[in-house]
């Protein structure tokens, strides 16, 4: 864009809910770029299996190729500019929102939609969990049936945990899934899973085994009991953390709730609250926080303007 700063809608990551703020802002005739670092389509790329979303997609990338074909049409007939870019800071004032990029250039428009979504929480920063930083504990939606031993712990009850579970249909392992009481309302979408031992936890010290080969964990019940296990499969499913640009405004929770931003600066997708992490949720949000940003400030009776 030769002019970024005469651009109607910026839009800040190209997930679901990214590129649904991008459609709609293009079907409204609004000028809209698109601040993308990474791939389309985001996390999508690692799901292995999609129940709830309408449009007959069975896989993540399936959906993901989909949404880089919707950016793709709309630059090809000129409605839409995708900027390779990470995003750091949005501020809103009177008359437009400025988008800090790391580079350091400075994007200004009339409303910045920011669908950064989340990133993957790690054990450490669980307040439930005591763990070292080194070494890492494998990602559950990373790890394959093959990879996975008889006696399989996971940490964390997310929602990740049923997907794996229908991308693997087969696998006869028994996943034994340590679940704080914040993760019980999780769990029982996949409480009728043979393959699923809940153990219901208050915290868990998690250590290498002394040998070398694996973990101990020191499990505390929600009775106070302690219980010692020894694994050398153990993986993370701890959910996720906002991944919020400075600048917004946080909820208690480190989420970015709509309702809480400065009006020319609108949030979408996971990034709004943790009990609406669905695909067809924060696809609705971003066409939503587009249409709520354009009835406010299009005058009753105008199409479309484009200053402030």
Not at 13 to 40: K, Q, Y
Not at 130 to 146: I, K, Y
Request: proline share 7%; with cysteine; glycine share 10%.
């Amino acid at each position: 864009m030769n002019a970024p700063h005469e651009t109607d809608v910026l839009v800040v990551g190209a997930g679901p809910s990214g590129v649904a703020a991008a459609l709609m802002a293009a079907s409204l005739n609004l000028r809209t770029a698109v601040v993308e670092a990474a791939s389309v389509g985001g996390k999508l790329h690692a799901i292995g299996a999609l129940e709830n979303v309408s449009g007959n997609w069975t896989t993540g990338p399936q959906l993901a190729e989909a949404l880089a074909s919707d950016l793709d049409r709309l630059q090809q007939a000129g409605r839409c500019s995708v900027i390779r870019a990470r995003a750091v800071s949005v501020t809103g004032y009177d008359d437009r929102a400025d988008l800090v990029l790391d580079d350091g250039r400075v994007l200004s428009a009339q409303v910045v939609v920011v669908a950064t979504g989340v990133s993957t929480m790690a054990p450490p920063e669980a307040d439930w969990i005591s763990a070292p930083e080194q070494p890492s504990v494998p990602l559950l939606w990373r790890t394959g049936p093959a990879d996975l031993t008889d006696r399989t712990y996971v940490l964390g009850a997310d929602r990740p945990l049923g997907t794996w579970l229908r991308t693997h249909p087969h696998s006869p392992t028994t996943l034994h899934v340590l679940c704080p009481p914040a993760d019980d309302y999780k769990i029982s979408e996949v409480s009728g899973d043979e393959r699923v031992r809940v153990v219901p936890v208050s915290q868990v010290a998690l250590s290498p085994a002394p040998d070398g080969d694996g973990w101990s964990l020191l499990v505390k019940d929600r009775q106070g009991e302690r219980t010692s296990y020894v694994s050398t499969t153990v993986l993370s499913n701890l959910g996720s953390k906002p991944a919020a640009l400075d600048g917004l405004a946080l909820s208690e929770d480190g989420y970015c709730p709509p309702g809480k931003q400065h009006p020319r600066i609108r949030t979408a997708g996971d990034l709004r609250a943790a009990q609406f992490q669905r695909i067809a949720t924060g696809q609705g949000s971003g066409a939503e926080a587009v249409l709520a940003a354009y009835y406010a400030t299009v005058p009753s009776g105008s199409v479309h303007v484009t200053g402030p």
